[in-house]
């Protein structure tokens, strides 16, 4: 059986997957047929990864020089043959042998099966610490070597430079040329990447890049067309073009970028030519700060909605006669008041956003870090600039968008690894055709889980997170304290350093000193505060006599809108056979006890815990509770933009227009 069953495409100018919309019938026999997969099991990995260890015995015993004959006669065959299951067992037999003598690390059993699993076609689902950055190079440079271009897609800057420059020497060992995509390269630097054998890049870069890429092409992007124009010699709009197509992608913490980052489609704009008069936002942004919630308008902070009433609309149209021309129309004038609404009680500084050199600067929500040259759409980010006092940047209109699930939809080979799979895998099946295979672990875990504890308020939650470092603290541990915004890291740190407890904070605030802080967070006694920067691909080492302490504590102080982001923070502990504890200390004040639960069950459930103390199951069971709602909630979401997606690539096909 072959692992990629379409022949390397390495000469197309731009290969991708056409975009198909499957009838019922098709979506409920792929469902089948998912399920079915699930039960036949994973024993085919185990076979496969004896077969690389057999393998690999001949050439433990290889001179340098006979380890480089054995790649290229390899690389012949690859290119031949394409990647029949015995060319595939000996280059990751030979990738093994070349990381061990290189690099000082050679992969370990599970690594291989994750592998073999990706090169599949599948999401391998290892547990936090097992060496996914290791497991993705045997895939990735197997591929390579079959002359298929590689896309190994990250989360962030900082993971991306830190995997292509630590794994950078395997790959040119092998021949192969690796390139990294990250934030502030010009396009010149983005192209030469692109046009190496495996490429590290964030999933938010490679999605612009082709977005670019399509308005190049402008309204021609077929792949023949543009291959026409190559053999023509009429290349000039190829020559601006940044990516060469969408071959093979592995893409890591897959269920974060596949998933959770799904709910938003991305944009690229332009200006308009026509800048917003300040004065009629100032207008929206007065009106606004005078509706009266529960009257003029509806707020869901649990599903971030808000609705104008009745009652809302007439003010707003009231108001409209008094302010001018610009107000006269009703969908404009209610859209901004809107936008406005949403401005003043939807997102808040250190939260969404910083301002930071007088710029309003967004914050993503699943990784914590800024997103700059961001801005929000339809006037949003302007009023919010109105709001925090900042200069007014002119107004965007949208050039290009398409949704993640519709661009990983259109790689001809599309792989994953996460260590939070489980939850989501019949959703991974469903839109993006990706089995889930989860994997031993290499050494047993010996993680500690402590009982989470809810308290009334948040202060008191805050004095209880304090009182904990400091008995961590004196027992020798390192401890990362994980909180959900930026806000929330500041005050912890102002109620840290009002005690005397010493600590680091990582938030985008001090996102440069990144590096620094993660280095030094496993030392003894040490206490790092820090968002989502220090979840996902994060590694902290223990210092000498941290281990024999206990390792690792981690402290959750809010839970996410889903249970995997907090497993991934939790798994910062206990990796690879460390010992690691990690708990929650969370209050009833916290996001997820907010919105359509209404405030009256807030209070009484408040009440019982202040007064007795001892249902801690109770509050433990909302909590639990509201998680899984919020989550089926962004499902919906998610299912919803697919579908509207789907519909609205049929129409712009059928109108002869595209992106």
């Not at 085919?44 to 050439?59: H, M, N």
């Not at 939070?420 to 089995?435: K, N, P």
């Not at 909630?633 to 049929?650: E, T, V």
Request: charged content about 30%.
């Amino acid at each position: 059986m072959l692992y990629l069953t379409h022949p390397p495409a390495s000469r197309d100018v731009r290969a991708e997957r056409p975009d198909r919309v499957e009838t019922w019938l098709e979506r409920q026999v792929h469902r089948l047929h998912g399920r079915i997969g699930r039960m036949s099991g994973s024993g085919w990995v185990r076979r496969e990864a004896e077969a690389v260890e057999q393998a690999g015995r001949r050439l433990a015993g290889m001179t340098d020089d006979g380890l480089r004959e054995e790649r290229l006669g390899l690389r012949v065959r690859l290119l031949t043959d394409g990647l029949l299951p015995a060319h595939v067992a000996d280059s990751f037999a030979l990738i093994r042998e070349t990381s061990r003598r290189v690099l000082g690390m050679r992969h370990h059993d599970s690594q291989v099966m994750g592998a073999l699993v990706m090169l599949r076609g599948m999401v391998a689902e290892m547990e936090t610490g097992e060496g996914k950055t290791l497991t993705a190079t045997l895939a990735a440079a197997t591929a390579a070597m079959a002359g298929l271009p590689v896309h190994i897609i990250s989360v962030n800057d900082y993971l991306t430079a830190r995997d292509a420059e630590g794994m950078g020497p395997l790959y040119r060992a092998l021949g192969l040329r690796v390139g990294c995509v990250v934030h502030g390269q010009s396009p010149g630097e983005r192209r030469q990447a692109y046009g190496c054998d495996i490429v590290y890049a964030t999933n938010k870069e490679l999605v612009f890049d082709y977005l670019r890429d399509r308005l190049t092409l402008a309204d021609r992007p077929d792949p023949i067309m543009v291959q026409a124009e190559v053999l023509g010699g009429r290349g000039g709009r190829t020559d601006r073009l940044l990516m060469r197509g969408l071959h093979f992608a592995i893409v890591d913490e897959a269920d974060s970028v596949l998933i959770d980052e799904a709910r938003t489609p991305l944009i690229i704009s332009g200006s308009s030519g026509i800048r917003e008069e300040r004065e009629f936002l100032e207008q929206a942004l007065a009106l606004a700060e005078d509706f009266v919630r529960g009257e003029d308008f509806l707020l869901d902070d649990a599903r971030r909605q808000i609705l104008l009433t009745p009652v809302g609309r007439g003010r707003i149209e009231e108001s409209a006669r008094r302010l001018g021309a610009l107000w006269s129309g009703m969908v404009r004038r209610e859209g901004v008041v809107h936008q406005a609404l949403t401005a003043l009680h939807l997102f808040r500084r250190d939260e969404q956003y910083l301002v930071r050199d007088g710029k309003v600067q967004i914050i993503d929500e699943f990784t914590g870090r800024v997103m700059p040259d961001r801005s929000w759409e339809q006037g949003l980010h302007q009023l919010i600039e109105l709001k925090e006092g900042c200069e007014l940047t002119q107004r965007r209109e949208p050039l290009a968008k398409i949704s993640y699930q519709r661009f990983f939809r259109r790689y001809l080979r599309l792989a994953g690894m996460t260590g939070t799979a489980r939850e989501v895998r019949d959703e991974l099946w469903a839109v993006y055709g990706l089995a889930t295979t989860r994997l031993p672990t290499h050494r047993p875990v010996i993680r500690r889980r402590f009982e989470d504890r809810i308290h009334a308020t948040r202060l008191e939650k805050w004095a209880a997170v304090v009182d904990r470092l400091g008995e961590l603290r004196r027992q020798g541990r390192a401890v990362l304290v994980g909180t959900r915004t930026v806000a929330a890291a500041e005050e912890l740190a102002a109620q840290a350093r009002e005690a005397g407890v010493p600590y680091r904070v990582l938030s985008a605030k001090q996102d440069a000193a990144e590096a620094e802080v993660i280095a030094g967070a496993g030392r003894a006694g040490i206490v790092t505060i820090a968002t989502n920067m220090a979840g996902r691909g994060t590694d902290i080492a223990l210092a000498p006599g941290v281990r024999e302490a206990g390792g690792l504590h981690v402290i959750i102080t809010e839970c996410h809108e889903a249970a995997r982001i907090d497993r991934q923070l939790a798994g910062r502990c206990g990796r690879q056979g460390d010992p690691g504890s990690f708990e929650g200390i969370l209050s009833l004040e916290d996001f997820l006890f907010q919105g359509k639960w209404g405030d009256p069950f807030i209070r009484v459930l408040r009440i019982v815990v202040v007064r007795t103390g001892t249902p801690q199951f109770a509050a433990r069971w909302l909590l639990r509770l509201m998680q899984r709602k919020v989550e089926r909630h962004h499902a919906r979401i998610r299912r919803d933009l697919f579908r509207r997606d789907q519909a609205q690539g049929s129409l712009m096909s059928f109108a002869g227009r595209f992106e």
